[in-house]
């Protein structure tokens, strides 16, 4: 507080040091910078889900490869603005590989999936989830095996962290097999998976329970509901922006599911959903296993080049170059003439008969 026989000079020197005091303390407050993978099913809702968690009005287009943004908050006023990098994956299953782009040894320590499920197509939902955790979770086991020789001291920080979703005294501790890097599940459509049997809810439901429990996950259902968009919101931020993690949780079957990681447990979802009798005939050696043939065998997979994108971005007019196009036609009617020329060439030679 200013006293009355402060001079000018004096109020000046304590208004500097009030200044950098406050720079001092922003300071302590590290800027984060974390990045986010969006996979999962083609139209299952992913960029709507990004551009709502960004608050922004835009009108969504299919993603064809890997699309890229970005969102800044501050955790406080006055306060630097931490930076969320937000990667899209198109596709479905078909672009795979393309997850190598994001996650790096360098972005690894602060990275997470979100797995973006249609519940509106169940016989879709095991193999697009199967394949999409098994490539990340190879590929980032690739990248930890490096970095255990390499930089030993974060490779274990983030097995720990892992492993620290479950409290050492959860029951459970020891039966699950943790994702490497934090990971959220959202079903999403839930207004029409809400029009489905309610056997078929059940199934869908206490399957991705497991699923979310085994890997450590967060699991909460979606729709176009403005009030279901911001629980999935919670649990984006929550990775993105490191705000406080939501304690509230909704297990019941009738309902849109929110559980956030670490709040479930084996004995309360129960067995998979099948009789005693038919879970004995199931050969499986895990129980992430069991669970698969039992989904399964309600759901029957669809093959894998049903999953495939087989769209050609070139014809896709939101991506239209005229002088890219001029040229792409040009060599095209090269490569036909020259298949042409190619054919007919072969078709003259004379090949000896020894």
């Not at 406050?22 to 099913?41: H, I, P, Q, T, Y």
């Not at 490497?180 to 489905?196: A, M, R, T």
Request: aromatic share 8%.
């Amino acid at each position: 507080m200013a006293k009355a026989s402060d001079t000018l000079w004096d109020l000046a020197i304590a208004e500097v040091e009030k200044r950098e005091k406050a720079d001092n303390d922003g300071k302590r407050a590290e800027v984060w910078e974390r990045s986010v993978l969006f996979m999962g099913n083609k139209n299952g809702g992913k960029t709507t889900i990004i551009l709502r968690c960004l608050k922004r009005e835009e009108i969504p287009k299919p993603t064809l490869a890997l699309e890229y943004t970005f969102g800044r908050r501050a955790r406080r006023p006055d306060t630097p603005k931490d930076v969320a990098h937000f990667w899209e994956l198109g596709g479905g299953t078909s672009l795979m590989e393309l997850i190598r782009v994001p996650i790096t040894s360098n972005s690894i320590r602060t990275f997470a999936v979100v797995l973006v499920l249609d519940l509106s197509k169940p016989n879709e939902l095991w193999t697009t989830m199967e394949k999409l955790l098994q490539v990340t979770r190879n590929h980032v086991n690739k990248i930890l095996a490096k970095l255990e020789k390499t930089n030993p001291e974060v490779a274990t920080e983030i097995k720990q962290r892992m492993r620290n979703n479950l409290q050492r005294d959860h029951p459970d501790y020891e039966l699950v097999d943790p994702f490497p890097i934090p990971l959220v599940i959202i079903g999403s459509k839930y207004d029409i998976f809400h029009e489905f049997d309610s056997e078929v809810r059940k199934i869908i439901s206490k399957t991705l329970r497991f699923v979310s429990h085994y890997y450590g996950a967060s699991l909460v259902f979606t729709s176009k509901s403005e009030a279901l968009l911001l629980k999935a919101h919670a649990l984006i931020n929550h990775l993105a922006f490191g705000y406080d993690k939501s304690k509230s949780v909704s297990v019941d079957h009738s309902k849109p599911l929110f559980i956030p990681s670490g709040m479930d447990s084996l004995s309360h979802i129960g067995p998979p959903p099948a009789s005693d009798s038919d879970i004995a005939k199931l050969c499986a050696n895990t129980p992430l296993e069991l669970w698969k043939k039992v989904f399964e065998k309600a759901f029957p997979p669809k093959s894998s080049s049903d999953l495939q994108d087989t769209r050609d971005p070139a014809q896709d007019l939101q991506y239209a170059e005229h002088e890219i196009d001029v040229m792409r036609a040009q060599k095209k009617q090269e490569l036909e003439q020259y298949k042409r020329n190619a054919s007919k060439s072969w078709k003259e030679m004379i090949f000896d008969s020894d």
